[in-house]
């Protein structure tokens, strides 16, 4: 499958090209299962771990459109418990680009229309959609959807969707839609809150914001800042299946989102983490300071995409022993390595050195890019020898 680009090549937000291509498709987003559409800075995926988990462990069947993949693309496309299949994307990618001729797709249009081919040709109780960027012009927000999910929104991809949080938050809210209710995560600032419940009003439906969960309920994902995650989803639920029960606080042990605050082996202190924005290493922080107090060196291995700040990682390194640069090996779309990392490891190498017996007594995080732990979890899989 040539279909494995991770780091987004052209991003030109618009509803014009994809919209086209749909109605020339037949318009199959308009023949979906009842649909949620996430939108967040933070917390998508894992809020839509949980909620596939909560609805699974009920009996429905749910799909699901999610982004970026971690190790295949096919990952992104998962159609009532499985990812769709190398041939199954194929298909649908010949079929798509034949009725597209000179409208340029993007490549995460194409999958986006993909995604809905897929989802309108099998059946399903639930579809669940995450937004790529943004909101408002992003091109899942063609869809009609039947519950609005606003996750935790911190800064990001300010050079797309404004400078301020009220303009990011804004176009986030894009995805709002007339008479449909809308559940928002708790949020850092105050005004992204009061935006999201005046723009649900305004829209005739109503912001809902979930009970805070206890700390003391299993979850299947690691973290604090899970919690939170898990809330919105048990909301989420209570409103899709118009009851409120016990037996969705059992499932939310079962939830899986690789890539986010995951040990990698059993027998080695190593772990991944994607977080790559103001929100997400805020989230990390705290993690790792319960980590210092058990763990006396702390190591961490990092990589960034060229257009990130190197200052966010400034608080891990601070409280890290020693830091490492994970040299990706493609040219300029990732930071070289900064000045207070110890030295830099070809990524192919890198998860092979912290193996090493020296390592033992020391907790070892690859951190600062999703793309970046994407490829440390495709080599654990090689290393493991679950793939050649």
């Known amino acids: 499958m040539t279909y494995s680009i991770q780091v987004p090549t052209n991003i030109d937000l618009s509803l014009e090209r994809i919209s086209r291509v749909l109605q020339n498709l037949g318009n199959p987003q308009d023949k979906l299962p009842p649909i949620i ?13 949980f909620l596939r988990a909560i609805l699974e462990g009920e009996g429905y069947a749910v799909h699901g459109y999610t982004s970026p993949h971690m190790m295949r693309v096919n990952e992104r496309i998962n159609i009532a418990g499985t990812h769709i299949s190398d041939d199954l994307l194929d298909a649908y990618i010949h079929h798509i680009r034949a009725v597209s001729t000179g409208l340029d797709l993007s490549y995460f249009e194409e999958l986006t229309v993909a995604a809905f081919l897929a989802f309108s040709e099998h059946p399903a109780d639930f579809c669940l959609i ?125 939830a899986q989102w690789p890539g986010r605050l995951e040990k990698l082996f059993d027998t080695h202190d190593i772990w991944v983490d994607g977080a790559h924005n103001q929100g997400g290493i805020e989230a990390l922080l705290k993690e790792l300071q319960k980590w210092t107090a058990d763990k006396n060196n702390i190591i961490l291995a990092v990589s960034q995409l060229s257009n990130r700040s190197e200052e966010l990682l400034y608080p891990l390194f601070d409280i890290a022993d020693k830091v490492y640069h994970i040299d990706m090996g493609q040219g300029n779309r990732f930071r070289e390595k900064p000045p207070r990392a110890k030295k830099s490891l070809p990524l192919k190498e890198a998860l092979s050195y912290f193996m090493q017996p020296k390592y033992n007594s020391s907790r070892i995080l690859f951190t600062g890019s999703l793309y970046m732990v994407g490829e440390i979890l495709n080599i654990r899989e090689i290393i493991n020898g679950n793939i050649k």
């Open 37 to 49: 559409h996430v939108a967040g800075t933070n917390g998508k995926g894992s809020t839509i771990a």
């Open 130 to 254: 995450e937004v790529g960027l943004g909101g408002r012009l992003d091109a899942t927000n063609v869809i009609h959807s039947d519950l609005v999910i606003i996750t935790s929104i911190s800064y990001d991809h300010q050079n797309y969707l404004g400078e301020t949080i009220t303009e990011i938050a804004t176009e986030k809210a894009g995805i709002i839609k007339s008479n449909v209710p809308v559940i928002c995560a708790p949020q850092k600032y105050t005004a992204v809150g009061q935006l999201i419940s005046d723009k649900s009003h305004i829209m005739g439906g109503q912001a809902i914001f979930p009970t805070p969960l206890s700390g003391t309920i299993p979850l299947g994902l690691l973290g604090e800042h899970q919690y939170e995650n898990a809330a919105t989803a048990l909301k989420a639920a209570e409103i899709l299946l118009r009851e409120n029960n016990e037996n969705f606080y059992a499932h939310l042990c079962k």
